[in-house]
C-alpha cells in the first residue's frame, strides 16, 4: 500500500500528504495537439482512472486521491491540462483555445497516445468539463465519471440569460477577463486572482503558502494566461472556436446526455457552484447516477475531501 | 462660526424648532423634528420623501428636481449616485436648508422622472454628460453659481463641473476625492482584491449583464448597497423608496453606457467630444475642495487623500468620515451637511 495518507495514523481527522510532496515524476507524450505532462501512479494493468484538474489548480488537487486510488489497484493518470505545469503545445501556429471541445478532445488524444482502451473519468471543475465531455462523446472509452458539480457541459446558447445577483457576484473573474483590463490583470497577477479564488471557492480550506504555490507554479506556463482567457470569452459565445472542434463544439451545443454510471458529487461549502440535490441535471444522466452532498467541502472537492472522492471512483471501478 | 456650531449642536439634539427662528425661512426640516433616540444623530424616517419634484427643461434633459430652502440663499447642488437616488439627501438637504442654503437635488439622468426631451438622443452615462447636465441645470433655473456635492455618479459629476466650469462653482465636496475618469489607464489593472469589487462593472460589459441589470435591478442595487456600506442599518423601506426611482425607462441604458464608456469600450455622445477630451487631460480642481471617505466604504476604501492632492490647485480638506460606508450623505448627513457649510462659509 502506497497510501501515504493512510499509513499516518492521526487520531480522527484522515492523513493528509504534506504540503512539500509532489506528484511526480513527470512523464511527457505527444498527443494530439499537445505534449501533455502527465504523473502515473499504480499497477499497469490495473483499471485506469483519469483524474482532471481545474482553473485555478493543477495535479496536486489530487495528491491524496492518487495514492488512495493507486493502493486499491487502479492505474492513476493525472494530466497537467493545455495552459497548466510542463504540457505544451506541439506547433505555435496551434489557437490556444480553452473551448470544451478542446479539453474533451485533449483527454481522447491523451488515452490514444498512452493505448488506453477505457477508463474512469473524474474531475472537477474545467476537468469535470472535460471528463463529462469524454463521456458523453466516447461512451465506449468511458467506464464511469465522477464529476463535481453535475453535469458541465455549456449551454452556450444561454449564456446571456443572466443568474441572480448572488449568483452573478463570484463569476467577477469570468466577467474580468471578457475585457483585456481581465487579461493584463491575469497576466500580472495570476497567483493573487487564483488565490483570491482559492479562498473564495473553498471558505473551510485552511491550505497553507506552499500548499498554494507547489499549485501556482503550474500556471507560470506561457500559454496559460491565452488559454484561461479563451476558455472563459468562447463559454458565453464572445470568442471564436478553434475550427478543428467545431464538429465537436456542434454535438455538444446538443446538450448530449451522460450513458455511462456516474457519480456527482457537491461540496456542501463550494463557494462558486453551490451544493444541489443534483435534480435540476438529472435528465442529463440516462444510467445510473448517485449524487451527493460532502460535508464541508468546497469547490476543489478532491484535495478537500479526497476520501470522498476516492470513494465514488472505487464505487464505478467495482461496478 | 459659533453661530454654526451652535446650530449644528441644535440640530443634533433636535432641538425645537424656534430655536433657529432667525432664519428667513420656514424650516422644512421634518428630520430634525424628531427627537434623537439614545444619543444618535436624529434621522429621516424612511417614510419621508424628498417632494414634491419639480421638473424644467435643461439642456438635452427635462430634470425633476427637489427644491428646499430660501431662494436668496446660497444654492447648493446636491447630486446622487448609482445605484442611489436623491433621498441620500432626506436628512442633509433639510440640514442645508435650516442654515438658509437654497438646496437643489436633481434626479441624474436616467433615474426617476428626469427623461430626455428627445427619444433620438444618445442613452449616454460618460462623465461629460453628467457635468453638463449640472450646468444645463443651474442655467436653467438661472443660478450663477453653486456649491456642487456629491457622491458616486454625483461626486463624479460635481468634479467634472467644478473642473471645467469654475466660474459657476464656490466650492467642491466630493465623497472619493478627485473622481474625473482617466480612461487612457482603465486597462491598467488593479490589486485582485479589488477587481472583485468592482464584479459589476464587469458584469456590465457583457450583455448577460445589460439582461441581468434589466432584470434584478433592485437585486444588484442591494447588493452593492450592503457591499458598499457594511455598516448601514437601512431598511426595505428606505431601500425601496431609492430602488423605485431606478424604474426610469433608461435607466439600464444609461447606467451599461457610463460603465462601458469609462473603459473606453463604448463610444461617447459626439455631443461631448470636446469636454471629454478636456477631461482626458485630468484638469485641476481650482474652486475651494472638502473631500469625504467612509472609513467603512467597501467599493472605494479610505485613504488618506494624498494620491490626489495634485489635483486640487485650490484649499483643499480632506476628512475619513468614522463609520461611514460609500453613500456618506445618507450614512453620516451631519459630515456631509457640515462639509458643504465649510464651503458656503468661507
Not at chain 2, 433636535?14 to 423634528?33: I, M
Not at chain 2, 438661472?142 to 459657476?168: E, H, Q, T
Amino acid at each position: 500500500m502506497t497510501g501515504k495518507a493512510f499509513a499516518q495514523g492521526g487520531s480522527a481527522a484522515p492523513a493528509r500528504a504534506p504540503s512539500s510532496r509532489r506528484l511526480e515524476p513527470l512523464r511527457h507524450v505527444d498527443a494530439g495537439v499537445l505534449n501533455i505532462a502527465w504523473y502515473e501512479e499504480g499497477p499497469a494493468t490495473g483499471p485506469v482512472v483519469m483524474l482532471l484538474h481545474g482553473f485555478p489548480y493543477d495535479i496536486h488537487s489530487y495528491v491524496d486521491v492518487a495514492p488512495q486510488l493507486a493502493a486499491q489497484g487502479c492505474r492513476v493518470i493525472v494530466p497537467y491540462l493545455r495552459g497548466y505545469g510542463p504540457t505544451r503545445f506541439r506547433d505555435p501556429a496551434t489557437p490556444r483555445s480553452g473551448e470544451q471541445a478542446a479539453i474533451g478532445a485533449d483527454l481522447m488524444a491523451l488515452m490514444d497516445a498512452l493505448g488506453i482502451r477505457r477508463a474512469v473519468f473524474a474531475g472537477y471543475d474545467w476537468g469535470g468539463r472535460a471528463a463529462c465531455i469524454g463521456a458523453a462523446l466516447w461512451p465506449e472509452r468511458c467506464i464511469g465519471l465522477v464529476c463535481v458539480n453535475s453535469y458541465l457541459i455549456q449551454d452556450i446558447a444561454r449564456a446571456m440569460v443572466p443568474a441572480k445577483p448572488e449568483r452573478e457576484v463570484p463569476l467577477w473573474y469570468q466577467y474580468y477577463f471578457q475585457i483585456e483590463r481581465g487579461r493584463a490583470g491575469l497576466a500580472a497577477n495570476r497567483r493573487g486572482i487564483a488565490k483570491l479564488l482559492w479562498e473564495q471557492w473553498s471558505p473551510n480550506w485552511d491550505f497553507d503558502e506552499a500548499c498554494f504555490e507547489r499549485t501556482a507554479l503550474s500556471h507560470d506556463n506561457p500559454d496559460y494566461v491565452d488559454v484561461v482567457i479563451h476558455s472563459y470569452r468562447h463559454r458565453f459565445g464572445l470568442a471564436e472556436g478553434d475550427p478543428q472542434y467545431a464538429d465537436i463544439q456542434r454535438r455538444l451545443a446538443a446538450l448530449p446526455a451522460i450513458s455511462v454510471p456516474a457519480v456527482t458529487l457537491d461540496g456542501e461549502a463550494d463557494g462558486v457552484a453551490p451544493a444541489t440535490d443534483g435534480n435540476a441535471s438529472a435528465a442529463r444522466f440516462t444510467d445510473r447516477r448517485a449524487h451527493r452532498v460532502i460535508p464541508r467541502a468546497g469547490h476543489n472537492l478532491p484535495q478537500e475531501a479526497p476520501e470522498a472522492f476516492v470513494a465514488a471512483v472505487m464505487e464505478l471501478v467495482k461496478a | 462660526m459659533s453661530d454654526f456650531v451652535d446650530r449644528q449642536r441644535r440640530l443634533l439634539l433636535g432641538a425645537a424648532l424656534s430655536g433657529v427662528a432667525a432664519a428667513p425661512f420656514a424650516l422644512a426640516g421634518h428630520a430634525l423634528a424628531q427627537a434623537a433616540p439614545s444619543g444618535g444623530p436624529a434621522r429621516a424616517s424612511s417614510s419621508k420623501r424628498l417632494e414634491p419634484l419639480r421638473h424644467v427643461d435643461a439642456g438635452v434633459l427635462n430634470i425633476a428636481y427637489y427644491e428646499e430652502g430660501p431662494a436668496t440663499g446660497p444654492a447648493v447642488i446636491l447630486l446622487h449616485g448609482f445605484p442611489y437616488d436623491i433621498n441620500c439627501y432626506v436628512d442633509v438637504a433639510p440640514q442645508l436648508a435650516a442654515q438658509g442654503c437654497r438646496v437643489i437635488v436633481p434626479y441624474l439622468r436616467g433615474f426617476s422622472e428626469t427623461r430626455f426631451r428627445d427619444a433620438a438622443t444618445l442613452r449616454s452615462g460618460e462623465q461629460a454628460a453628467l457635468g453638463a447636465d449640472v450646468i444645463a441645470l443651474i442655467d436653467a433655473l438661472g443660478i450663477k453659481r453653486a456649491v456642487f456635492a456629491g457622491l458616486n455618479w454625483g461626486g463624479r459629476g460635481a468634479s467634472v463641473a467644478a473642473a471645467l466650469w469654475p466660474d459657476r462653482c464656490r466650492g467642491l465636496a466630493t465623497v472619493n476625492s478627485y473622481l474625473i475618469q482617466d480612461i487612457s489607464r482603465a486597462m491598467v489593472p488593479i490589486a485582485p482584491e479589488d477587481e472583485a469589487a468592482l464584479w459589476y462593472e464587469y458584469y456590465f460589459q457583457i450583455e448577460r449583464g445589460r439582461a441581468g441589470l434589466a432584470a434584478n435591478r433592485r437585486g444588484i442595487a442591494r447588493m452593492l448597497w450592503e457591499e458598499w456600506s457594511p455598516d448601514w442599518d437601512f431598511d426595505d423601506a428606505t431601500f425601496e423608496r431609492a430602488a423605485a426611482a431606478h424604474d426610469n425607462p433608461d435607466f439600464v441604458d444609461v447606467v451599461i453606457h457610463s460603465y462601458r464608456h469609462r473603459f473606453g469600450l463604448a463610444d461617447g455622445d459626439p455631443h461631448y467630444a470636446d469636454l471629454q477630451r478636456r477631461l482626458a487631460a485630468l484638469p485641476a480642481i481650482t474652486v475651494p475642495a472638502i473631500t469625504l471617505d467612509g472609513d467603512a466604504d467597501g467599493i472605494l476604501p479610505a485613504s488618506d487623500g494624498s494620491a490626489s492632492a495634485a489635483k486640487f490647485s485650490g484649499r483643499r480638506v480632506h476628512r475619513v468620515v468614522p463609520g461611514a460606508g460609500h453613500n456618506v450623505p445618507q450614512e453620516k448627513p451631519e459630515a456631509f451637511a457640515a462639509a458643504v457649510m465649510e464651503l458656503i462659509k468661507s
